[in-house]
């Protein structure tokens, strides 16, 4: 995709009123047959490149319809008795008419629209098909170790923004739909004070992704914000409110969500079962966030195998004092990480344990790949 397409795609498709125009000229657009389409697509991206009207002999090489330049010229001849182009003096070749681009911004956007909700619904299918294997993943190595577990889903190390686009809701409310690296989208309805148009939502979508694109929250500093509202002016307040949900929604995406199984098991071991130590490990595994401390250790310090081995007092966990807990990290691909964890007595079966964990860790590789 071209830079200007690129650009076009962030323009606001989100009103019931405006999904009807769209589909309305959809259809003008179907109504072309392939090779009008492909030649009109050839001078509206040739014209937006160069500034320069269009010709049949730059259609020919730009395009691989393998047309002659009088087939060609017949073809532009009837797109501009249609409407869609024209020729500015007579010894030009043409140039797109408002028509004309309308048509192509129409059409390409309707097309990037559904390609949006075929990831977005993929991603959903994903992430909850995700969540099912972890939790199920918690279960079986509860049962098979008779220990208990602790997962923690994938993350990448350092969660970057990787697309924003507002879009109309009504004339009180925009739409920020913000993409974080990972493919994770986070929606954020968001309150104006007046209705903002097309060319408005168009300049604050290019502005912030300019700036925020591919930038964790600790690299978008105060007079990086400073510039961006300068420059967005009346509608600084948005840029303020966007960044605020960018923030929430790393946030969110860097919280650890951490899956358990298999407390009971404690009660197995007399060294673990004493009411006192029993309670105290639970209410552990229950809060989490001492979970979540631990894994996050055993995610930014693990060794070149992945597995780490805490025993008794090696763990900064108070209520684990007189447990063994062995981690082991696994990866996604696209950077995404995540830690599995397995707590039992300090006389748990090292052995089986370890070649457990290197197990699940070798299937996850199969199954979705150590890709970048």
Not at 131 to 159: C, F, G, H, W
Not at 212 to 237: C, F, P, R, T, Y
Not at 286 to 306: D, R, S
């Amino acid at each position: 995709m071209d830079r200007v397409s690129a650009i076009l795609w962030l323009v606001d498709v989100s009103t019931p009123l405006k999904r009807v125009l769209i589909t309305e000229r959809e259809a003008a657009w179907m109504e072309l047959d392939e090779r009008k389409k492909k030649i009109l697509q050839a001078v509206i991206r040739n014209y937006l490149e160069t500034g320069e009207p269009v010709g049949s002999r730059t259609i020919s090489k730009y395009t691989d319809l393998n047309l002659s330049s009088a087939t060609i010229r017949n073809e532009m001849a009837d797109l501009e008795e249609m409407g869609y182009i024209f020729q500015p003096h007579t010894s030009a070749g043409r140039i797109p008419s408002d028509k004309g681009y309308r048509l192509y911004v129409d059409a390409m956007m309707a097309e990037k629209e559904r390609e949006v909700v075929e990831m977005r619904d993929m991603l959903v299918e994903r992430q909850d098909k995700m969540e099912t294997l972890l939790k199920q993943m918690a279960r079986v190595l509860a049962q098979n170790t008779q220990y208990a577990t602790m997962i923690s889903a994938p993350q990448t190390k350092r969660s970057k923004l990787k697309f924003i686009q507002l879009s109309r809701v009504d004339a009180g409310q925009i739409l920020a739909v913000i993409v974080i690296q990972g493919n994770v989208i986070k929606n954020n309805i968001l309150s104006v004070q007046e209705e903002l148009d097309d060319e408005t939502l168009l300049k604050l979508n290019i502005l912030l992704n300019t700036y925020l694109n591919g930038l964790s929250i600790d690299e978008i500093n105060l007079a990086m914000i400073a510039v961006m509202k300068q420059q967005a002016g009346i509608h600084s307040a948005i840029v303020s409110e966007v960044i605020d949900a960018v923030a929430e929604a790393i946030r969110a995406e860097e919280d650890l969500e951490i899956y358990t199984s298999g407390t009971n098991n404690i009660f197995r071991y007399p060294e673990l079962a004493d009411q006192q130590k029993a309670s105290e490990l639970i209410n552990t595994f229950e809060e989490k966030q001492l979970l979540g401390e631990l894994l996050q250790e055993a995610h930014t310090g693990g060794e070149e195998t992945g597995i780490q081995v805490y025993i008794g007092a090696e763990t900064q966990v108070q209520s684990m004092k007189d447990c063994s807990v062995v981690t082991a990290t696994y990866e996604l691909g696209g950077g995404m990480k995540g830690t599995i964890g397995i707590v039992g007595p300090k006389r748990m079966d090292y052995d089986k344990v370890v070649g457990t964990l290197r197990a699940i860790q070798t299937q996850l590789d199969e199954l979705y790949g150590k890709k970048g």
